[in-house]
């Protein structure tokens, strides 16, 4: 039986900076934001937007534009590492921003919940999802991304922001894509990006792994609880790697292939958290698939061969192929975190559409990462009425609409000091600010749809 993607939604943040007036401003060199990471934009949440509006407005356009039953709809399963509260999840904030909507009690019937490993989140709910539809194939579900990706000023991380999310309906028979039941997985607990909830004491991650240098620079104490993460940009990047290589050739293994993998997908879907990520990050299992290297990761020359690979006229053509596709909106938006792997689909798809090209069939590859780390490599088939599927989602042209605000704006948004909507919207829900105006409702947030 077939199981995957039905409808996709999604909805992201309709601010943003250009990336070289942040350059400017950073004293960075544009050309390495824009073509060495592959940045364009950078979208930021408007003051109205929190995560749960983001997901509220996902899920209601999917809901609207796909003409839901909501009585059909068994579960409601969130991914997300930008919570908003330790007890209540996100999911519970969206059931009853729904029934706000579409009535109360229409959603009564439906498990809720989140699903929170940094940004392999999402996927994890979808593959929880399709094992439920699997075992129940008339019952339909939904998966909902929701993250701010926000960094502190001046970080590293500064120019991968980004915030949105995506729903999407999965079903047996699915209209978009039916993923194979071969999910890779590779595990291991790491320090490489995290948000603690309480000071943890740096005692208690020394050691973890090999990027002690970075732990001894930290303060004692990590202060908390903040938006944004702890990180180690480049030891993220060798965790991406590591995980990512090694659930890709348990996935061989699991197909029990001989060939090259990747050379059966059409195109390639990874997690992007800013849109270079994947090209930057594969030229190893690129090589070491087609065995034109052996592993060796600690020798110099291993790395200084990858280097060489990635630069080669072959990778690009590779990349051109089979990545550009899903790099596309990334660049217009920057890091969704938990949505950044599906919005690479949707990215993806959306190419195909507007150039008219026929995919139903394609085989596309996905490499998924989250922070702490995991990562699950499948694949799915592009199924046959995936462009009607996706007439209502205008993807690109949506992006084209984002407003342009400047550097000082982004910073002041950045630190809060905003009190008015720089794009006040119409027909969403937004966050009422009732919590500034009422000092004694601290943590209390309340959200309303606007006609
Ligand atoms: C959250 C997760 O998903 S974990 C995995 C990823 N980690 C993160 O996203 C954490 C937050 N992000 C970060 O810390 C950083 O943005 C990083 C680590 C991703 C990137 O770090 P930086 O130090 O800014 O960039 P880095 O030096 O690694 O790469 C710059 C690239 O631009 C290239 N570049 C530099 N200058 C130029 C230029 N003038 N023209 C063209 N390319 C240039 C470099 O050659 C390099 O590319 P290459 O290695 O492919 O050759």
């Given at each position: 039986?077939?199981?995957g993607i039905d409808a996709i939604s999604f909805d992201v943040a309709?601010?943003?900076?250009?990336?070289?007036?942040?350059?400017?401003?950073?004293?960075?060199?544009?050309?390495?934001?824009?073509?060495?990471?592959?940045?364009?934009?950078?979208t930021?949440?408007?003051?109205?937007?929190?995560t749960?509006v983001f997901g509220a407005n996902a899920l209601t356009k999917l809901i609207?534009e796909q003409?839901?039953?909501?009585?059909?709809?068994?579960?409601i399963y969130v991914g997300t590492e930008s919570?908003?509260?330790?007890?209540?999840?996100i999911?519970?904030?969206l059931?009853?921003?729904?029934?706000?909507?579409?009535?109360?009690?229409?959603?009564?019937?439906?498990?809720?919940?989140?699903f929170?490993?940094?940004c392999i989140g999402g996927v994890?709910a979808m593959?929880?999802c399709?094992?439920?539809?699997?075992?129940?194939?008339?019952?339909?579900a939904i998966v909902v991304t929701c993250d701010i990706a926000?960094?502190?000023?001046?970080?590293?991380?500064?120019?991968?922001?980004g915030a949105g999310a995506l729903a999407m309906l999965i079903?047996?028979?699915?209209?978009i894509i039916?993923?194979?039941?071969?999910?890779?997985?590779?595990?291991?607990?790491?320090?490489?990006?995290?948000?603690?909830?309480?000071?943890?004491?740096?005692?208690?991650?020394?050691?973890?792994?090999?990027?002690?240098?970075?732990?001894?620079?930290?303060?004692?104490?990590?202060?908390?609880?903040?938006?944004?993460?702890?990180?180690?940009?480049?030891?993220?990047?060798?965790?991406?790697?590591?995980?990512?290589?090694?659930?890709?050739?348990?996935?061989?293994?699991?197909?029990?292939?001989?060939?090259?993998?990747?050379?059966?997908?059409?195109?390639?879907v990874?997690h992007l958290?800013?849109?270079?990520?994947?090209?930057?990050?594969?030229?190893?299992?690129?090589?070491?698939?087609?065995?034109?290297?052996?592993?060796?990761?600690?020798?110099?020359?291993?790395?200084?061969?990858?280097?060489?690979?990635?630069?080669?006229?072959?990778?690009?053509?590779?990349?051109?192929?089979?990545?550009?596709?899903a790099?596309?909106a990334s660049?217009?938006i920057g890091n969704l975190y938990t949505g950044s792997v599906f919005m690479g689909l949707l990215s993806t798809l959306s190419?195909?559409?507007?150039?008219?090209?026929?995919?139903?069939?394609?085989?596309?590859?996905f490499?998924a990462?989250?922070?702490?780390?995991?990562?699950?490599?499948?694949?799915?088939?592009?199924?046959?009425?995936?462009?009607?599927a996706l007439?209502k989602t205008q993807l690109?042209?949506t992006l084209?609409?984002?407003?342009?605000?400047?550097?000082?704006?982004?910073?002041?948004?950045?630190?809060?000091?905003?009190?008015?909507?720089?794009?006040?919207?119409?027909?969403?829900?937004?966050?009422?600010?009732?919590?500034?105006?009422?000092?004694?409702?601290?943590?209390?947030?309340?959200?309303?749809?606007?006609?």
């Amino acid at each position: 039986m077939k199981v995957g993607i039905d409808a996709i939604s999604f909805d992201v943040a309709k601010l943003h900076l250009p990336i070289h007036e942040l350059a400017k401003a950073r004293g960075i060199e544009a050309a390495k934001l824009e073509k060495g990471l592959g940045l364009l934009k950078m979208t930021f949440p408007d003051v109205h937007q929190d995560t749960v509006v983001f997901g509220a407005n996902a899920l209601t356009k999917l809901i609207l534009e796909q003409n839901i039953n909501l009585n059909e709809i068994s579960r409601i399963y969130v991914g997300t590492e930008s919570s908003i509260d330790s007890s209540k999840p996100i999911a519970s904030f969206l059931v009853s921003l729904m029934e706000q909507k579409f009535g109360q009690g229409c959603l009564s019937h439906c498990d809720a919940v989140d699903f929170t490993f940094a940004c392999i989140g999402g996927v994890d709910a979808m593959q929880n999802c399709m094992d439920f539809v699997r075992l129940y194939p008339e019952k339909k579900a939904i998966v909902v991304t929701c993250d701010i990706a926000k960094y502190d000023l001046n970080s590293t991380g500064e120019y991968t922001q980004g915030a949105g999310a995506l729903a999407m309906l999965i079903t047996s028979n699915p209209s978009i894509i039916a993923f194979e039941n071969h999910w890779a997985t590779s595990t291991k607990g790491v320090f490489d990006f995290f948000k603690p909830y309480r000071s943890i004491a740096k005692s208690s991650i020394t050691g973890s792994d090999n990027n002690e240098d970075w732990f001894s620079s930290l303060e004692t104490e990590i202060e908390i609880h903040k938006d944004q993460p702890v990180f180690d940009g480049q030891y993220s990047n060798q965790c991406y790697m590591d995980r990512t290589r090694e659930a890709y050739f348990l996935f061989k293994k699991l197909k029990n292939s001989e060939e090259t993998i990747y050379n059966s997908w059409a195109s390639i879907v990874m997690h992007l958290p800013y849109s270079f990520q994947g090209r930057r990050m594969l030229t190893e299992i690129y090589a070491l698939d087609s065995k034109e290297i052996e592993m060796d990761v600690q020798s110099l020359d291993y790395q200084n061969k990858l280097k060489e690979i990635g630069k080669s006229e072959a990778y690009q053509n590779f990349v051109t192929e089979k990545l550009q596709p899903a790099e596309i909106a990334s660049s217009l938006i920057g890091n969704l975190y938990t949505g950044s792997v599906f919005m690479g689909l949707l990215s993806t798809l959306s190419h195909f559409y507007a150039n008219d090209t026929p995919i139903e069939g394609n085989v596309f590859g996905f490499l998924a990462y989250g922070s702490g780390s995991k990562s699950k490599v499948f694949e799915g088939v592009v199924q046959s009425n995936w462009r009607a599927a996706l007439e209502k989602t205008q993807l690109f042209e949506t992006l084209e609409k984002s407003h342009k605000i400047d550097f000082t704006t982004y910073e002041k948004l950045h630190k809060k000091e905003v009190k008015k909507s720089v794009c006040f919207p119409k027909k969403e829900w937004v966050l009422d600010l009732i919590e500034k105006e009422n000092p004694n409702l601290i943590g209390a947030r309340y959200y309303k749809w606007i006609e």
